[in-house]
């Protein structure tokens, strides 16, 4: 009886979740379907008279000996409580395992190769709406005659960076050196959000998914897209949908 209560229950639970996903996504369809640009200054101090630079700067990842001995100062710093008994990561990460992974960091991880592996693509930087954004740039080296590349953006989510795109992005704009269809070929743009990875966090307030689809529909234009795909995952599907809302 009391396995067929808890069962009962369970089966409850389920129909409960089900129901409030469903009356959310009704609820969200009869939301307003478009969303306005939305113009903003999130630079410094106030927004200058004059117009924005628009000029877009190659970029690479460098790191500075003076910057790796800082931070090989501090993970020599770290200080570590003992982790609750038995608590194995059910409160967070567990304090013993977290000593391996400093340990790890500080004699074993090479952060030079790992720097030229984040530079094997190009990447770029460019004032919009008064921050600097970084983005990765990815061209087809060589296109079938009478065909053009789709161009696709990419947003990543939290935790997560530009990088998680890099694996994917051979096959999208060479995917028949990798065995797989040449009918679909993309020219893949992967931006950071403001305040993550290489571009500069918005110095105002009130910045949120609508501010950073802004910024990233402004950025596509400059790099003379009217019309192009998104793929986006946690915040980054947010940012696209909002994107989508502004320029459907």
Known sequence: ???????????????????????????????????????????????????????????????????????????????????????????????????KIVSYWKNQFNWKRQVDVLNMYPQFKTKIQGIDIHFVHVKPLCLPEGQSAKPLLMVHGWPGSFYEFYKIIPLLTDPASHGLSAEHIFEVICPSIPGYGFSEAP????????????????????????????????WGWLICTNLAQIAP
Request: aromatic share 14%; with cysteine; glycine share 6%.
């Open 1 to 99: 009886e009391l396995c067929s209560s808890l069962a009962g229950i369970m089966l409850l639970e389920v129909f409960l979740v089900l129901g409030t996903v469903i009356i959310y996504f009704l609820l969200s369809r009869k939301k307003e379907e478009t969303l306005p640009f939305k113009e903003g200054w999130w630079g410094k101090g106030q927004k200058p008279d004059t117009e924005e630079d628009t000029t877009i700067r190659p970029f690479k990842v460098e790191t500075t000996e003076e910057m790796l001995s800082d931070l090989f100062r501090r993970l020599d710093q770290a200080r570590f409580t003992d982790p609750l008994e038995n608590s194995c990561f059910h409160y967070g990460t567990n304090s013993v395992y977290l000593r």
């Open 203 to 234: 110095h105002k307030k009130d910045f949120n998914s609508v501010s950073a689809a802004s910024v990233f529909y402004e950025l596509m234009l400059r790099l003379g897209f009217n019309e192009f795909y998104t793929q986006g995952g946690d």
